[in-house]
């Protein structure tokens, strides 16, 4: 017998998608139920550009900090050639500088570890019971100083991990057992290098969710009917996308003038 | 007076401190019903900054403010509903210009942009790291003119540190941590981890 996961065709979980799950049920089952997609805005593709500049500076410790960043930028250019994110141009301005403070303090860890001719490591968890395994990638891992370090771009510097990144520290220890987990938390101005403490606790609370979505699923063999019975938070930043909006329209039946604008 | 109602007294509200932008005063009272404002003339007071927190927040005249708060500082809560706006709460104490603990919030972007600053002169400091809380002045006021009109923007800097007072307990990093949950408890500002030295043996240790 199948379980609920694989009777939606969930071969898998992540911590993205368990911290969706928590934040915004109806935008999660309408991604991974329905197969709707959501576009991400400009800060997401900041994170993205400057992770590109900071991992080719940190791979080839020689290349000029003005390569890093300009390769940076192209991806950023790159990624919202299209978009219409009115914060499109604020976000560019910040990207140089993030790379910049960001390669000033990981280059000195030295180069991170790499296998079969990728930069970022795949890694795949079973927690205890969970029937589906956790997949997601490494940022930088640090095999001779058992450290593997998460890169995150902000506008503003957090000053501790969040819950939803410490789940996702959690599944990476679980997945490197003997490895300590860092967040890297870069803004245009300063970074801050945080240690997860007590993953432990984090991978109960990353069980628990996993459990409930198990739970949920077991409700319905019919996606379109778990999706029905959820509500969408329009006000949310997330929905701030016109497809998902347009999408929710068309999945809870909103009229287009009911909806709140983001 | 202010842009926030008086809390009842005696519940789970604190007294507050209100700062009016208008006029670049700040406000408070006396803990009791129907105790008067006063003007605070010397805005010198600790301020809890591990547990600043921002959130939602609703204020309407006569009623007690709606609040729903962040889980963290980079987790937003979802927008309860219209009418809220974005704001930040934190506890400050002074038992010589404030009559003791008060709770200040706002949700006025240059007040904003003031605790923005001090939050980052805060982060900064070496003292941050020792668990002390800052004692922090408004040393002035910068007007602002905009569509608004000419509001005053608050210049806080901080002129000393010292040890959590026993007001401010129950919370923070120099308290001793409570029964309660390490989920539940507010958590106090990590510590910035500096790299590996040159031929270091591994930090990381097996959990599992």
């Excluded at chain 1, 071969?11 to 999660?28: E, G, R, T």
């Excluded at chain 1, 959501?38 to 997401?44: E, K, Q």
């Excluded at chain 2, 007071?45 to 009623?63: I, R």
């Excluded at chain 2, 919030?105 to 809380?133: Q, R």
């Amino acid at each position: 017998m199948t379980n609920a996961f694989e009777r939606h065709g969930l071969d898998h979980l992540s911590a993205s998608s368990i911290n969706l799950f928590v934040a915004q049920p109806a935008m999660w089952a309408m991604q991974k139920l329905l197969g709707h997609k959501s576009r991400v805005g400009a800060a997401a593709h900041r994170g993205t550009a400057v992770e590109a500049g900071v991992e080719m500076g940190l791979f080839d410790p020689n290349l000029p900090l003005e390569d890093c960043q300009e390769a940076a930028r192209a991806r950023f250019n790159q990624l919202t050639a299209l978009s219409a994110d009115p914060n499109v141009e604020k976000e560019r301005a910040g990207i140089a500088s993030a790379v910049a403070i960001a390669l000033g303090e990981l280059r000195q860890y030295g180069i991170p570890g790499s296998a079969d001719g990728t930069r970022q490591h795949r890694i795949e968890v079973e927690l205890p019971g969970v029937p589906v395994p956790f997949i997601g990638w490494l940022d930088f891992w640090y095999p001779d100083h058992g450290i593997i370090i998460d890169l995150k771009t902000q506008g503003r510097l957090s000053s501790k991990i969040s819950d939803p990144h410490a789940r996702q520290g959690a599944i990476y220890h679980a997945a490197h057992g003997n490895s300590e987990i860092r967040f890297a938390y870069v803004t245009p101005q300063k970074i801050g290098i945080y240690r997860l403490e007590d993953p432990r606790t984090h991978i109960a609370r990353v069980v628990s969710i996993a459990r409930s979505i198990e739970r949920f699923l077991s409700l319905s063999d019919d996606g379109a009917e778990l999706t029905a019975a959820l509500s969408p938070d329009l006000d949310s930043f997330y929905w701030n996308d016109p497809g998902s909006r347009a999408a929710a329209e068309e999945i809870w039946g909103l009229a287009p003038e009911a909806m709140p604008q983001a | 007076m202010g842009f926030m109602s008086v809390p009842s007294s005696g519940g789970d509200f604190k007294v507050f401190v209100a700062y009016n932008a208008k006029a670049g005063r700040w406000y408070t009272k006396n803990d009791g019903k129907d105790e008067p404002m006063f003007e605070v003339t010397d805005m010198t007071a600790v301020f809890d900054m591990p547990n600043l927190e921002t959130g939602w927040f609703k204020f309407s005249s006569g009623v007690a403010p709606e609040k729903v708060m962040d889980p963290s500082l980079a987790e937003a809560a979802p927008n309860p509903g219209t009418d809220f706006k974005r704001g930040f709460q934190i506890d400050l104490y002074s038992e010589k210009n404030l009559m003791g603990l008060r709770e200040f919030s706002s949700t006025a972007g240059i007040v904003i942009e003031a605790m923005n600053n001090l939050y980052d002169l805060w982060m900064a400091a070496p003292e941050n790291v020792s668990g002390k809380l800052p004692v922090v002045r408004c040393s002035g006021v910068l007007p602002i003119s905009n569509k608004h009109g000419t509001n005053y923007q608050p210049t806080f800097e901080i002129v000393g540190w010292t040890d959590r007072p026993a007001a401010l307990a129950g919370s923070g990093a120099s308290t001793p941590p409570a029964a309660a949950s390490a989920q539940a408890a507010p958590q106090p500002p990590a510590q910035h981890m500096p790299p590996p030295a040159a031929g270091s043996a591994k930090v990381g240790a097996p959990v599992f």
